[in-house]
């Protein structure tokens, strides 16, 4: 481990890979937000089908997928038994004679069905490239449904390996800080699912460490143009992030001039592929959440427009309470210590590793220190800034697919949604003076704490799922 610590990013690739793995293999299947949808949205892309064609009775839109394949979804998650808990059903156990047949039966040619996307069929396919890959692998060898799925999660491993450990590599500052936020059970989680979040996570950290390796005047403008492209089509709502180039001190574009002028450029590039695909996929905005569907996408919209023009003290009141209630309990959350999409929750201890971790990366941050690196007041500001404005959008979508009308504080928002927005905005913790604390001894205490904390978590996992 001492060998280790000196180099945050071989700390990382080792303790990820073999973490991950182990999530890969012992995460049962689907048991990661939106698993489902996340599948059948990238199994659809293999079958070079980018627009979603159908739509059900309420407007939500899917496709026809092999009847086997979506059977075995299904059969898949009924090999998890069922139990109640506060009112809350979850998934409790694993049964792995009823998964073991999943292992050896093949799609192959014959009846399909259809099935709904949801929300998922709304994003570009570049968010889907690991899964892609995984499911294309699987379907070109024949593998059964199961085993493409657990090919789809290896592939976003890897992806995220990749995603992080060059991020990593290319910051000056803040590996440490990297470091920790990947290792967090939330990390480790989503990068050993089939989620999109994990593409577009690694991109907003390979985009804001790119960002610092530029202020502190390595090379990187170029990319930073093709980050930005990628990163919006990958989670629109993530484009607001971009502004985080205004830290980049103006001498390294050779004038305050040609600094806005670059600004300028890189939110046109990053905004027009994602209007051309806005444009593309319109038709197939709908209302995810069911209960919220008995009026159309556009009605909602217009009715929140309504409401924010006919009473803006009452909407701003509205966002403002909802902020300050959601935010710390979400940040709290972006930890991940809960070990499936749909526990129930309330387990105490959850909380205290989850506030442990958050501890660890507010002192990994204040710690920090280059000597040749420092971060103004004013970059301060526009970190500040630029975070504030993500997360309020973020709640602004919230108010607008999952909030029923008349309710007195914005549902839907996740801790997911704020894991990625801690590497940029724990910058305006970034100072040179308390380097001191950050001792070898204090180093390595981190470390074994990332790897005990993890070693846990897999044993509540299989505590969880697998014990009788």
Known sequence: MKGLTARPE???LVLALVIGLARVVLTPPFQTPDAHFHFLRAWQLTQGRIISPLKDDQGVPGDMFPARVVEDMYRA????RWDTEEGAAYKKGVSLKALAPLFRTRPGPGAETFHILNQQAMYFPLAYAPQILGIGLGRVL???ALVQMYLARLMNLAAWLVLVGLAMRLTPVFKRVLLVLALTPMGVFLASSISLDVVTNGLIFLFTALVLRVRAGGRGLFLLLLLAA???LCKSIYILILPLCLIIPAGRFGGAA?????AALLMILAA??????TRASAHLGHIPREKLRTETFERRVERIADFASGDPAGFVGLVARSLADKVPHHTLLSMGVRLGWSQASGVDYTKILAAAFLALLVVAALTDSDPKF??????????????????TAVYLVMLLIWTPHGAAIIEGGRG???????????????????AWLAGPGAVRLGAWFLAAAQAWMLWALVSRYYSA
């Open 10 to 12: 071989r700390l990382f």
């Open 258 to 262: 040609r600094k806005w002028a670059y």
């Open 77 to 80: 998650l009924q090999g998890l």
């Open 374 to 391: 420092f971060v103004r007041p004013r970059d301060r500001l526009v970190i500040a800034l630029v975070l504030a404005a993500t997360v």
């Open 272 to 277: 027009l592929p994602l209007s051309a695909w």
């Open 416 to 434: 997911r949604y704020i894991y990625p927005l801690l590497f940029p905005g724990l910058l305006v913790l970034y100072n040179r003076r308390m």
């Open 142 to 144: 024949g593998s059964p």
């Open 230 to 232: 990628l990163l919006a």
